[in-house]
């Protein structure tokens, strides 16, 4: 009997799905979130919320209150600081930017980076691809989306270290003749 009031609890809990395409436009990856079967994906993983920082995009997704039992979805174009919205996220699907790929990933939030392909000369994609070589995170282009969504395990994620960059400052000081301290 206690079981099964915990899982109703659970399921009652707020988990919010943020998006964020920071300073750009990205109706694509806007668009993809906003589809049926992305928000389906979404609600049938547990996730309540759906909160997507639009950018300069045009494309304006469906609002929802989510009182239907669906996923309930809301945006805004920016804001002067995304830091409370990535800690108070239970997913974060991403642009392609270090900035908002680090920010999230310091925060230990599980993290889907979706690549914008429409960018010229993208090396933000290479960042994404090594990171998610590296299992800290999931990378995704508009059109897999959903698949992604789908297949990912984010228990299989390992926690992003930032790396000890002694060893090189060091290497450097001896390159330019300062003692080792």
Known sequence: MGDRGEEEEGRRRKRVVFVTVGTTRFDALVSA?????????????????????????????TKSDGDDGSLAVDYFTFSSSIADYLRSASLVISHAGSGSIFETLRLCKPLVVVVNEDLMDNHQSELAEELADRKHLYCARPQNLYQTLADMDLNTLLPYSPGDATPVAKHINRFLGFPDD
């Open 33 to 61: 979130v906003d589809s049926e079967n992305v928000r389906k994906v979404l609600a049938a993983k547990g996730y309540t919320h759906l909160l997507i920082q639009l950018g300069r995009g045009s494309y304006l997704p």
